[in-house]
């Protein structure tokens, strides 16, 4: 069953992005490691739309994080659906929970906590090995703080934006008004085709200089087009991998490291996992500058998901840091495009 509100979607989606672009740009030891900034719109749209349009507000979030980091062509996109979806039938499942019993702040905490053991599984097998098991710790409880402090954050704004107010009390729908032109696409097929045979060589050209080849050559057509490089991201990305594949000895003993002793073969391996990892996100990143377009309700919403992302961007420079609630509800409450619809007499 719809809500009046379901309409909104494309502005809690743009909202995803824009802190998903936030985000991304905060260096972290792990790859799949994130803050969960991104999943302040999912908590605010949990008392404004149905559960049906909260499911495409996910899946639009997974492809928005993907087009943000550029990694739609590489397996984090698998870690991003599978912790996504988790923690939204988490947090919608419990958001019908009265809040004197369960507040945002548990719910927040709840979905973070499904979310980052189902990343930690599948990254025992994608990336990690068993290493990942000495990471779970201090992943879980970097999770727990995040997650508790943003949930407090929701409960701020739901209680004092005067916009957020305006969504929930009004009787009459809200309707966003995208201009047509906005969502014309360009299809280059060369680029898309070189860039997945750009994937399908990381997959089967064997070896770790191979990978090294195509890294360099995923980050030399990011650099042409005046793309920025984290490089800092990249470095802490690789070592927290490196380091997750030292704890399970391979190959010749280099040295120890209190009860650890680091191998070569370990090192080799870890080296390759991350190369392997950091040359999809540059290719991904390359071959993305494709507009793509997906058919039907979620193509649809995915395009004004993303307008509505380009005109926040235009208008970053009045979020006050030190105000930033009442910085973003002004924000919000000035957007042209955001269209109550009159009452019929």
Avoid at 84 to 98: C, E, K, S, V
Avoid at 292 to 304: N, R, S
Avoid at 326 to 335: F, K, R, W, Y
């Amino acid at each position: 069953m719809q809500k009046k509100q379901d309409a909104l979607v494309p502005v809690f989606g743009a909202l995803c992005f824009f802190l998903s672009a936030v985000e991304f740009v905060i260096p972290k030891p792990l790859p799949f490691l994130r803050i969960g900034l991104a999943n302040v719109p999912l908590i605010l749209a949990l008392d404004i739309v149905s559960f049906p349009a909260f499911l495409l507000l996910a899946v639009i979030k997974i492809l928005g994080q993907a087009f943000i980091s550029g990694t739609l062509f590489s397996y984090l996109l698998f870690f991003s659906a599978a912790g996504t979806l988790g923690a939204a039938f988490t947090m919608y499942a419990l958001h019908r929970i009265p809040r004197k019993v369960l507040s945002l702040a548990g719910v927040s905490m709840s979905g973070a906590f499904i979310s980052n053991s189902i990343q930690l599984f599948i990254g025992r097998y994608f990336i990690f090995g068993e290493g990942i098991w000495y990471m779970m710790p201090p992943f879980l409880c970097i999770g727990t703080i995040t997650s508790l402090m943003l949930g407090f954050f929701c409960e701020s704004f739901a209680a004092e934006s005067e916009w957020y107010a305006q969504v929930r009390q009004t009787d009459l729908p809200f309707s966003i008004d995208i201009p047509e032109e906005s969502k014309q696409a360009d299809y280059p097929w060369f680029r898309l085709i070189s860039g997945f045979i750009l994937i399908i060589a990381l997959f089967f050209v064997p070896g770790l200089p191979a990978k090294a080849v195509i890294l360099a050559a995923g980050w030399l057509l990011c650099i042409a087009e005046k793309q920025k490089i984290h490089w800092l991201v990249c470095v802490l990305s690789t070592i927290g991998i490196v380091i997750c594949h030292s704890f399970i000895p391979m190959g010749k003993e280099l040295f120890v490291l209190g009860a650890f002793p680091v191998t070569s073969g370990a090192i080799l391996n870890g080296l390759e996992k991350a190369v392997f990892l950091q040359a999809m996100i540059a290719v991904s990143r390359w071959t993305l500058q494709v507009r793509l377009h997906f058919p039907g309700e979620l193509g649809m919403l995915l395009d004004e998901s993303l307008y509505v992302f380009n005109q926040l961007l235009t208008y970053k420079d009045r979020i006050r840091p030190r105000q930033l609630i009442t910085s973003i509800d002004e924000l919000l409450l000035s957007l042209p495009f955001i269209v109550q619809m009159q009452k019929e007499s």
